[in-house]
């Protein structure tokens, strides 16, 4: 299975970024990076697919096994060397009592989402150009 994404220049940094399915979001940078801040910053994006990626994980499992994980939030703080995210810090927060066993396994099931797969592990990328 592939996806296709295209990112077509608006003005400046300023991106239309369309995902194959009828989905687009806007990508930008910062002033002080020379954006106009129409969007967030890709690297930013980053931070918040993992947010998505590992609540979704997380709660799709939890219903499998039939526990209650109430509310769930994940805050994932990215730290930055210059525009380059080095480190992503992932905190989840229960709105259910659980047992520490559940929590022990929904916090290893949290590291197998894809997205924190993609960043923590080898993804192979390729770069190619096409004249327009």
Same mark, same amino acid.
């Given at each position: 299975?592939?996806?296709?994404? *295209?990112?077509? $220049? *608006?003005?400046?940094?300023?991106?239309?970024?369309?995902?194959?399915?009828?989905?687009?979001?806007?990508?930008?940078?910062?002033p002080?990076?020379?954006?106009?801040?129409?969007?967030?910053?890709?690297? $930013?994006?980053?931070?918040?697919?993992?947010?998505?990626?590992?609540?979704?994980?997380?709660?799709?499992?939890?219903? $499998?096994?039939?526990?209650?994980?109430?509310?769930?939030?994940?805050?994932?703080?990215v730290?930055?060397?210059?525009?380059?995210?080095? *480190?992503?810090?992932?905190?989840l927060?229960?709105?259910?009592?659980?047992?520490?066993?559940? $929590?022990? *396994?929904?916090?290893?099931?949290?590291?197998?989402?894809?997205?924190h797969?993609?960043?923590?592990?080898?993804?192979?990328?390729?770069?190619?150009?096409?004249?327009?």
């Amino acid at each position: 299975m592939s996806v296709k994404i *295209r990112a077509r $220049r *608006r003005e400046g940094f300023s991106h239309e970024v369309e995902i194959e399915g009828g989905h687009s979001l806007t990508m930008d940078e910062p002033p002080e990076a020379g954006g106009t801040d129409t969007g967030p910053a890709p690297a $930013r994006v980053l931070g918040a697919a993992l947010a998505g990626c590992t609540a979704i994980t997380v709660e799709m499992y939890a219903q $499998r096994k039939g526990w209650d994980v109430g509310r769930l939030d994940v805050d994932v703080d990215v730290h930055f060397e210059g525009p380059v995210p080095v *480190r992503f810090d992932v905190t989840l927060h229960w709105g259910a009592e659980l047992d520490e066993e559940q $929590r022990r *396994r929904l916090l290893v099931i949290a590291g197998k989402c894809p997205v924190h797969k993609a960043l923590a592990g080898t993804t192979e990328i390729t770069i190619a150009d096409r004249t327009a």
